[in-house]
């Protein structure tokens, strides 16, 4: 599979030419040229399956300590998500677990978690902090994430969420936290090189529209491109501020309205869609996804690994819950994996595309059609990986 243009762009009985883990030649068999294969140093035969870029998670939580399976039960004993958090559970739960935890201890709990998404075809990730709340955790987090990148072959991408939610120590104080944020935290995970990206949340019950703001100018006069949790449950502008800012996401966006989805596209903000996170909260307000195509938001897909709203560790789960519940087609789930989520990291032209010059960030498919992907639920197929121009066996 190439980006031809044409349905999920495909080129039957193609090859892929890679010199220093780069991609140099994309086409059919028949037609390589003869200098590309003289002299060629190893042979990967594809035997009939299907290859596709590298998948792409954008949107993980994937370094925290603990579980939130006890908020699970009390959701389905019908609280909600909102109810769980204001009585001190949600994301302060995961917040005092991390905190206790060391550095070493955070890296072995989150790599299992690591090594399930990248079996499942992907090359690329990206992880939030957001788990500690305070300056020591949340670098701590950063740093966690950096050391999985080093231990695993998958490209980590790291983003500053320190606006996800108010720690209960500044309960009454929230313009100290977020000075805290603005003048200490970003500061600091840019001084060591741990963020490529700040995100934050904005809803009733994290931040509003102008603490993001606050927050986004920080990020700004500090280099960093900015993402954000964005009408997820209520319709709080989010989607706007985003667009205001010229974020590389919006992400959730369920109550984004049609003014949102204008605004998004205007700016060129990509809409990133979680349907996780969705189907494990019960919620019945899908996002707008037909204003979405109206207006030409790009759209990507993510699992949003985390806790306590989405503990899915299958990016192929992922694309099929975006199709099944949010009614994406599974072309369009693909494609929300690969290349609409590069440029969310940042990454446009680099990964996500399978086209000359880009990183041979490739996974190869045991399917007989691409649309597999989204249609077989707890399968994976996912035969090799490769990342850089490495092969390696997903299944080890």
Same mark, same amino acid.
Request: hydrophobic share 45%; net charge negative; glycine share 8%.
């Given at each position: 599979?190439?980006?031809?243009? $044409? @349905?999920?762009?495909?080129?039957?009985?193609?090859?892929?030419?890679?010199?220093?883990? !780069?991609?140099t030649w994309v086409g059919p068999a028949r037609a390589v040229p003869r200098e590309l294969t003289a002299g060629t140093s190893r042979t990967l035969d594809g035997g009939g399956g299907w290859l596709t870029p590298g998948l792409i998670d954008c949107h993980t939580h994937l370094v925290f300590a603990g579980t939130r399976a006890d908020e699970f039960e009390m959701r389905l004993r019908g609280m909600t998500y909102e109810e769980i958090a204001r009585a001190g559970g949600g994301i302060q739960s995961t917040v005092t677990a991390t905190r206790a935890a060391t550095e070493e201890q955070l890296c072995d709990a989150s790599?299992?978690?690591?090594?399930?998404?990248?079996?499942h075809g992907v090359?690329?990730?990206?992880?939030?902090?957001?788990y500690g709340l305070d300056v020591d955790t949340e670098l701590r987090m950063l740093r966690v994430a950096r #050391? =999985?990148?080093?231990?695993?072959?998958?490209?980590?991408? !790291?983003?500053? =969420?320190?606006?996800? @939610?108010?720690?209960?120590?500044?309960?009454?104080r929230r313009d100290a936290y977020l000075d805290l944020v603005c003048a200490t935290m970003i500061p600091h995970a840019v001084a060591e090189r741990l963020a490529h990206a700040v995100d934050a949340f904005c809803e009733g019950i994290a931040f509003t529209v102008a603490e993001c703001a606050r927050v986004f100018d920080a990020a700004a006069a500090h280099g960093l491109p900015v993402r954000l949790h964005a009408d997820q449950l209520s319709p709080f502008g989010g989607a706007e501020l985003a667009a205001r800012? !010229?974020?590389?996401?919006?992400?959730h966006l369920e109550y984004a309205t049609e003014a949102g989805c204008r605004a998004l596209a205007a700016a060129g903000t990509t809409a990133v869609l979680l349907p996780g996170a969705y189907y494990?909260?019960?919620?019945?307000?899908?996002?707008?996804?037909?204003? =979405?195509r109206r207006h030409g938001v790009p759209i990507a897909v993510a699992t949003d690994l985390n806790p306590g709203s989405s503990p899915v560790t +299958?990016? &192929?789960? #992922?694309?099929?819950?975006?199709?099944?519940?949010?009614?994406?087609?599974?072309?369009? #789930? &693909? %494609?929300?994996?690969?290349?609409?989520?590069?440029?969310? &990291?940042g990454l446009q032209g680099e990964v996500g595309v399978v086209s000359p010059g880009a990183c041979a960030d490739l996974a190869l498919w045991d399917?007989?059609?691409? +649309? $597999?992907?989204?249609?077989?639920?707890? %399968?994976?197929p996912c035969r090799v990986v490769v990342r850089g121009g490495e092969v390696h066996d997903p299944r080890k």
């Open positions: 599979m190439a980006d031809t243009g $044409e @349905a999920y762009g495909v080129v039957r009985d193609g090859l892929v030419a890679v010199v220093d883990g !780069r991609i790599e299992w978690r690591l090594e399930s998404i990248a079996a090359t690329t990730v990206e992880i939030k902090s957001g #050391a =999985l990148g080093e231990r695993l072959p998958v490209r980590v991408s !790291r983003t500053l =969420l320190a606006a996800h @939610a108010l720690p209960s120590e500044y309960r009454d800012y !010229r974020a590389r996401s919006a992400d494990t909260l019960g919620e019945s307000r899908r996002p707008p996804v037909d204003a =979405l +299958s990016p &192929l789960l #992922a694309m099929n819950m975006a199709c099944v519940l949010f009614g994406l087609t599974p072309e369009e #789930a &693909l %494609a929300g994996m690969t290349r609409q989520a590069a440029p969310v &990291l399917v007989d059609h691409p +649309s $597999e992907l989204s249609y077989w639920i707890g %399968a994976n």
